[in-house]
């Protein structure tokens, strides 16, 4: 690839990866809905059930940082700077922690059934291997290709 093309091509990575944080959060926000929180959560103890939402609300403030970092630090990244360089070797390991999750611990039978929950785990799964893999990217080119040390 020529040396304008790798840049161009992050630009619109990290644009898309910037706004794909806010899809995952439209999907996250049907959760409790769509997996019938209300019936599963009363059977919780009580501190079971604050956790449970205390980690969800974690999840999603982390899910609107990165969409909003990825955003508001646009140039920085395609500029290879140090903190941006950290920022997304975080952003892509969380995803690839989340790939992980998905592919080694949850089960296929954990999954709820019906052709909407399947067709949205693969549009979900989809999307996280992209922000994995342009976070990572992005660092490896920023790091070893494009400045070698």
Known sequence: MTNTLVPRLFDIAL??????????????????????????????????????????????????????LTLALHAELLRGDRAAMGIALY????????IGLDAFYFSSADWPK???????????????????ISYLGLFVWQVWLRHPV
């Open 15 to 68: 644009w898309l990866a910037g706004a794909g944080h806010f899809v995952i959060l439209f999907a996250s926000f049907q959760v409790p809905s769509r997996l019938r929180w209300k019936e599963d959560l009363p059977k919780l103890m009580p501190f079971n059930r604050k956790l449970l939402w205390a980690q969800s609300g974690a999840t999603v403030v982390t899910v609107i940082a990165f969409g909003t």
């Open 91 to 98: 952003i892509g390991c969380y995803w690839t922690y989340r």
């Open 114 to 132: 019906g052709k909407m929950f399947a067709v949205g785990h693969i549009l979900l799964t989809s999307l996280f291997v992209a922000l994995a």
